[in-house]
T-cell receptor
Framework: DADVTQTPRNRITKTGKRIMLECSQT?????MYWYRQDPGLGLRLIYY???????NKGEISDGYSVSRQAQAKFSLSLESAIPNQTALYFC????????????????FGEGSRLTVL | AQSVTQLGSHVSVSEGALVLLRCNYS??????LFWYVQYPNQGLQLLLK??????LVKGINGFEAEFKKSETSFHLTKPSAHMSDAAEYFC????????????FGGGTRVLVKP
């Protein structure tokens, strides 16, 4: 089983619909992230959470919200989806500073491809 | 603020030829640098990382990268391309001051010709 699991893997929806992407991890990491991948733009950070009570906006948080339900779960919501939110979304985890792999190395899920019509 | 520039969004190489992917970074402090690879329909996986221990870093699948502070570069190379190297490659930088969050370059897609 994958260490970082995203659901759904593919989703097609319509403009204005509410969408939730879910992420769960078995790596025991405190830090979790949501990234968006668009061709030519690499990965851009949407939101990140350093622990269950900590939520922070990334560089492109407008139109998105998140919930950290537990150390192992971090969900991303689009309250009212729009076509320019069509993208590949990745959840990732990392260790907190001080751990042996705490230099920022990320562990990724396999991605959730979202299409907004 | 940290940033990463990857020169060339697409690179085409012949099987057996040298693979060279360029990455330049901007950082106000000594950075940590990473190369990730993304195979089709998969997430990203770590190829190698620079954490100040050695300037020449060896990674998986025969890839290596050299940190050059004077040039603010971290180019990725592989002496002999294999068909299985066809993928997208991302350079990334993190800074302790930024909470070790990663900033990614735009990616370079590698096509390997037989």
């Amino acid at each position: 089983d994958a260490d970082v699991t995203q659901t759904p893997r593919n989703r097609i929806t319509k403009t204005g619909k509410r969408i939730m992407l879910e992420c769960s991890q078995t790596k025991g990491h405190d830090r979790m992230y949501w990234y968006r991948q668009d061709p030519g733009l690499g990965l851009r950070l949407i939101y990140y959470s350093f622990d269950v009570k900590d939520i922070n906006k990334g560089e492109i948080s407008d139109g998105y919200s998140v919930s950290r339900q537990a150390q192992a779960k971090f969900s991303l919501s689009l309250e009212s989806a729009i076509p320019n939110q069509t993208a590949l979304y990745f959840c990732a985890t990392s260790e907190a500073p001080g751990g042996p792999a705490s230099l920022g190395e990320l562990f990724f899920g396999e991605g959730s491809r979202l299409t907004v019509l | 603020a940290q940033s990463v520039t990857q020169l060339g969004s697409h690179v085409s190489v012949s099987e057996g030829a040298l693979v060279l992917l360029r990455c330049n970074y901007s950082s106000s402090v000594p950075p940590y640098l990473f190369w990730y690879v993304q195979y089709p329909n998969q997430g990203l996986q770590l190829l190698l990382k620079y954490t100040s221990a050695a300037t020449l870093v060896k990674g998986i699948n025969g890839f290596e990268a050299e940190f050059k502070k004077s040039e603010t570069s971290f180019h990725l190379t592989k002496p002999s391309a294999h068909m299985s190297d066809a993928a997208e490659y991302f350079c990334a930088v993190s800074e302790k001051a930024a909470g070790n969050k990663l900033t990614f370059g735009g990616g370079t897609r590698v096509l390997v010709k037989p």
